[in-house]
């Protein structure tokens, strides 16, 4: 069945980095845009970056900018989120999802990350 | 930056109907897309495109928009239908996806 598998998170002291995956299976993933999105505690959806099904477009949040980096390996069907400088308040879940032209309909189950000394 | 902004809280009796907004500038231009949240799980898209329903969202769910507002209709809320709702568009004039701060429906 379609499916996306969050996996990577963890807890990081500031100011280290962390690398999250994305596995993908049950469909074409590289021909799909994917997105990460982040649940802070207690807290609303939060949009982090996308990516488009080549991995040669990327939308990044002000809030992530120049910080994180999306990128992805269609040939091993996962995404990955590369977050570098982290910070307290990127403490979340962080969820990926599959794209397309009617909303996002694929969410994987998220995978927690904190960031704590 | 683009806001779309929804009210913290809706409660509403079972059986009877549950209207959630979404304001934001020029929505009508816009594609609103809705999602469903419940307590430790992922979201789950409930519209899309203002007023379409994905494959085994129910009925009683059903999207629209007038004017800067859209609103996400529950008819015949049931206790299962207690969670957060957000709404969601692509804002085309700085290339970001905005999510609502979110609604918590609450059955009475």
């Known amino acids: 069945q379609v499916q996306l598998v969050e996996s990577g998170g963890g807890v990081v002291q500031p100011g280290r980095s962390l690398r999250l995956s994305c596995a993908a299976s049950?469909?074409?993933?590289?021909?799909?845009?994917m997105h990460w999105v982040r649940q802070a505690p207690g807290k609303g959806l939060e949009w982090v970056t996308t990516?488009?099904?080549?991995?040669?477009?990327?939308y990044y949040a002000d809030s992530v900018k120049g910080r994180f980096t999306v990128f992805r390996d269609n040939s091993k069907n996962t995404l990955y989120l590369q977050m570098n400088s982290l910070r307290a308040e990127d403490t979340a879940v962080y969820y990926c999802a599959r794209g397309g032209g009617s909303g996002w309909s694929v969410w994987g189950q998220g995978t927690r990350v904190t960031v704590s000394s | 930056s683009y806001v779309l902004t929804q009210p913290p809280s809706v409660s509403v009796a079972p059986g009877k109907t549950a209207r959630i907004p979404c304001g934001g500038n020029?929505?009508?231009?816009?594609?609103v897309h809705w999602y469903q949240q419940k307590p430790g799980q992922a979201p789950v898209l409930v519209v899309y495109d203002n007023s379409d329903r994905p494959s085994g969202i129910p009925e009683r769910f059903s999207g629209s928009k007038s004017g800067n507002t859209a609103t996400l209709t529950i008819s015949r809320v049931e206790a299962g239908d207690e969670a957060a709702y957000y709404c969601q568009v692509w804002d085309d004039s700085s290339d970001h996806w905005v999510f609502g701060g979110g609604t918590k429906l609450t059955i009475l």
């Open positions: 990516i488009w099904y080549d991995g040669n477009t990327k």
């Open positions: 020029n929505i009508g231009s816009k594609s």
């Open positions: 049950g469909f074409v993933f590289s021909t799909y845009g």
